[in-house]
């Protein structure tokens, strides 16, 4: 009694779990895709030409200058520190070289395998409460998931603003206007709560 990203519905992003619902006439991919990059994709781009300039210098500064202390026998801290300084200018050249070429084969390499443009706004897909994901049989289809997930939401939705009170302060306002609201919430509850029994049965969680 599970579902995942692993049903042939289902996707994840962003640690939430979606169904692509069968009307959308969309597949899977594309309406993950059309989302947009998890943000650990996009966090991920390699170091800057700043971060490779200094590791350079530091390297090539540090191993000139032991060379030039262990092997040249120079023991003059002036001539160490200007030894110290041609190898570090050295070692930020090769290393801001060494990014160049290896971000243009990469770039290549990108250019050559590059996926489809991923289409102009996000496709319909409904999120699926983990709850209700665990619940469900493994064998439930991904439109049985868009209806349980949308009757589970509407439930919880329509008794969180039931309970508190939609966040409005009621203290300045109209008393006719605030039953008019309270009242509302209170259809919008137990029609939420009468569509949303059945599944709370079918998916074992407490009745409204």
Known sequence: MS???????????????Y?????????????R???GPEIRETSR??????????????VGGSFLGGVAATV?????LWALSLIFVLGAAVGA??????????????????RGTAAPSPPEGPLPAVEVPWDVARAAPEDSTGDELVLWATLTSRYREAREALVAGGGEDDRFTDPRQAGARIAEWESAYRTASRDYEPV?????????
């Open 3 to 17: 579902v995942d990203a692993r049903h042939p519905s289902c996707f994840e992003f962003e640690a939430r779990l």
């Open 19 to 31: 169904v692509v619902p069968s009307w959308s006439g969309h597949g899977v991919v594309e309406t």
């Open 33 to 35: 895709r059309s989302l």
């Open 45 to 58: 781009g390699g170091a800057g030409v700043g971060r490779w300039a200094t590791l350079g210098a530091l």
């Open 72 to 76: 040249w026998r120079v023991d003059g």
């Open 93 to 110: 050249v090769l290393a801001i070289g060494t990014r160049t070429i290896f971000q243009e084969g990469a770039g290549d390499q990108a």
């Open 200 to 208: 709370a049965r079918l998916l074992g969680f407490p009745l409204p």
